[in-house]
């Protein structure tokens, strides 16, 4: 998707109204429509890419203390920071963006599984060679 088409990149140019909560050169945060709980909001960075790797380094510095200033604010003490990264990881507008999700309750919020795997030792060794090769 062309930034030109991206419904965020519409919020940042004022195109379509937001409830904008916080903005600089580089973020732009506001609240989410669709909220798992009251103050469900998105911190988004203004370069446009659709996932976190086509995003330059230098354009995500601001993303997690705006992320926790809005925590702040929303006041809240339990609290989730999601980004995905894909259609099969819940990905929904290709533009990156991070959620800040308050979880007052068991109920509000987000709700996740995990279905941790039990990789054997020797697994988990050439998976951590691999990885660090490559880092």
Known sequence: ????ACIFCKIIKGEIPSMKLFESEKVYAFLDIGPLSAGHSLVIPKH????????PD?????????AKKIAQAVGCEDYNV??????????????VHFHMIPKPTMEEGLT?????QQPSKDELLKLFEDIKSKM
């Open 1 to 4: 998707m062309s930034a030109a």
């Open 48 to 55: 446009h890419g659709a996932k976190l790797h086509d995003i």
């Open 58 to 66: 230098d354009a995500l510095t601001e993303i997690l203390p705006v």
């Open 82 to 95: 999601l980004q995905n990264n894909g259609r099969i990881a819940h990905q929904l507008v290709d533009h």
């Open 112 to 116: 996740i599984g995990w279905p941790a």
